[in-house]
């Protein structure tokens, strides 16, 4: 099924991966809340384990109703097919280690979400794999940083926390040119706003946990593979791909599964040997909002341009930075790439230092300090003390944070209402009188947890 056409994306939303099975026919995809399954007899059980036949072995590799979610986001992206996990960062470990081994080489985005900065310059560290980071605004930086060890190539669509665009194009044909994948975290575009593939990315990550689920209640990943990265043009780069191996009873990946080797090969070994496996329920949780996701980003991006267009023009406020403000470098990219809108995860800088940035926080009613996006609530955080925190003081100069950085993810609720919650916590830094009253009289302060 296309999902290129926006109304053939929200019917997939609802139907892609699953039809209703006699004799129940449920219209909502059952939870099949089982650890293993009865093999019809002794001879499949051994095909399914050699994997020379397809079925449900074991939940930790595969569940019926899981199954459903990964077809859906294969739809939505355009792939041959997709990976669920048990976290967003696990779904980004699970798509790196399929294609890097130890003692070789990624080259990252300069402007990348913490956590994943931390999973690549410490534990994939203590793998010996090895990561360059290069400007995402700079396609040439990422070819020369390109070492005959290099596997990988890890950018964001939008980048998190300064909403970041790059020339995905570019930066892909960077990394065919040099004969490597293309890995894109799509966590805050979504299929809704972009979509990756279509603009040269090999493998798409996300984690399910934001905007895909929407409502802060659960935990997943996924990983959806293109199916176009050519392995076996590479052979000698990617021997687990391409070469026999003992695990697979001799066979090689490649001739067995085709374009779908490299999610074979996350399934059948880092899924199966690290266990970060999704419950069945919470990929019906995910399902669930996936249903909705299209008219829940189109809300989202109508709240963020007036919280947007109220921070620019605020004396308390010294930098927006997202790429729909006026003047900024990447509207063209904005404007060629995401027509929808850049999404609504992005950061302003007070014009204060960071001794401020407490009592600004703690004036919040309707933004809520919390360690997520993308849910329905807005949300508030402060990347120099959270979420980017063990990033070195060089490593945040050049993701462009600073202490007095503040990230805003803008929920659904009503933008008048955000507005004044701002201009609330706002006012003592521009020297006037906080507001009293008006929408936000009866809302419960952060720090009371009402």
Sequence with gaps: MSTGDPGCTATSQIHAGYEPQAPYRPIAVPIYQTAAYEFPDYASARRMFALEEPGFTYSRTGN???????????????????????????AVAVALLSLVQGGQHIVASSKLYGGTVDLLTDTFADFGIEVSFADPADPGAWRAAVRPTTRAFLTESIGNPMATLQDLPAIATAAHDAGIPLVVDNTLATPALYRPLD????????????FLGGHGTTLAGAVVDGGRFDFAAYPDKWPQITRPKRRYGGAILWDRHGHGAYLALARSKYLHDLGPSLAPASAAQILQGLETLDIRVARHGQNTREVIQFLAGHPA??????????????AELLARDFPAGAGSVFSFDLAADQEHVGPFIDRLRLFKLVANVGDTRSLVAHPASMTHCRLSPEQRAGAGITGSTIRLSVGLEAAADLVADLDLALAPLAGVAEPTGGPLAAVGHAGTGA
């Design 64 to 90: 019926p109703t899981v199954a459903v979610l990964e077809n859906r986001m294969a739809a939505l992206d355009g792939g041959v097919g997709a990976l669920a996990t048990a976290t967003g960062q696990a």
């Design 199 to 210: 603009h040269g990315a090999d493998v798409v990550v996300y984690s399910a946990t934001k």
């Design 317 to 330: 406020v010294a930098a927006v930075h997202h790429p729909s403000t006026p003047g900024h470098p990447q």
